[in-house]
């Protein structure tokens, strides 16, 4: 499923075979309003699984016109512009509200950086995870961070199940990486990084890819347990990579500690 927020227009509606996520969001804004949009950034993300993922725009209008109501068809509603504070009554406010104020607040203030799919070729529904460790004395110059990567010095690749895959596949690849100290260890997922997809050869490239930033932290502090280094992996499939390039080292630390990431909600 897919939502555009242009403005305060909001619509809703669903991808089709061989489209891009962000020609379905022109096409349903077309349909929908008789508008043209451009999207500006990816809002926001909600999932309930593999099978239920919606991604907010935050868009702008480039052309074309509000449909008149004699256009009206089974495409769309009369669309209208509103003011935040007169919204009709039979609008789903909960579900629509917090998304309006999430597009106004990145317009008066951006806490992450704008991000756009990424036009890349995925056959099913996926996340890839830079999951990181920090330790620190005090001294944020030297501040360490770790990386999870597989054998191959790759990020690792999970498929979710069909739960809540945002909030449970990090935690199925902690689990499976480091099973005796699971239950000491804290699994955050921070927000997602970047977003790959394409859709134009159905069954093939109609998956997404999302690349999911995660931290690992104990739960508390013991008195035998190491915390200026990562948790061994028990799991010969992944190991600790140390990142020693500092520029690399500052710009994820300052994302991790600024949360400037697109963020994610389980529905």
């Given at each position: ?72 068809n089974a495409d769309s509603l009369q669309a209208q512009w ?84 945002l909030a449970f596949t990090p935690k199925k690849l902690v ?93």
């Amino acid at each position: 499923m897919l939502c555009g927020l242009c403005g305060h227009l909001q619509f809703q509606g669903r991808m089709e075979d061989g489209e891009t996520i962000v020609e379905a969001l022109k096409r349903e804004v077309k349909e929908e309003a008789g508008i043209d949009c451009q999207p500006i950034t990816l809002l926001q993300i909600n999932e309930k699984g593999q099978n239920w993922v919606r991604f907010t725009f935050l868009a702008e209008k480039t052309g074309g016109s509000l449909k008149l109501p004699e256009q009206e068809n089974a495409d769309s509603l009369q669309a209208q512009w509103y003011d935040r504070d007169c919204l009709p009554r039979n609008i789903r406010k909960p579900d629509i509200l917090p998304l309006i104020d999430a597009g106004i607040k990145y317009c008066q203030s951006p806490w992450f950086n704008v991000l756009q799919p990424v036009d890349l070729p995925c056959d099913i529904v996926c996340q890839r995870f830079l999951l990181a460790f920090t330790s620190s004395n005090g001294n944020s110059d030297e501040d360490r961070l770790w990386l999870l990567l597989s054998n191959n010095f790759q990020l690792p690749v999970e498929v979710p199940d069909e739960a809540q895959m945002l909030a449970f596949t990090p935690k199925k690849l902690v689990k499976k990486c480091m099973p005796s100290i699971y239950d000491q260890l804290s699994v955050n997922t921070c927000g997602i990084l970047g977003v790959q997809h394409n859709g134009r050869v159905p069954g093939k490239t109609d998956g997404v890819c999302l690349n999911t930033l995660v931290l690992l932290e104990y739960k508390e502090e013991e008195g035998e347990i190491d915390l200026s280094s990562p948790p061994k992996s028990e799991n010969d499939c992944f190991r600790w990579h140390e990142v020693t390039n500092q520029r690399l080292k500052t710009e994820i630390l300052r994302t991790i500690q600024e949360g400037s990431v697109l963020p994610v909600q389980t529905a």
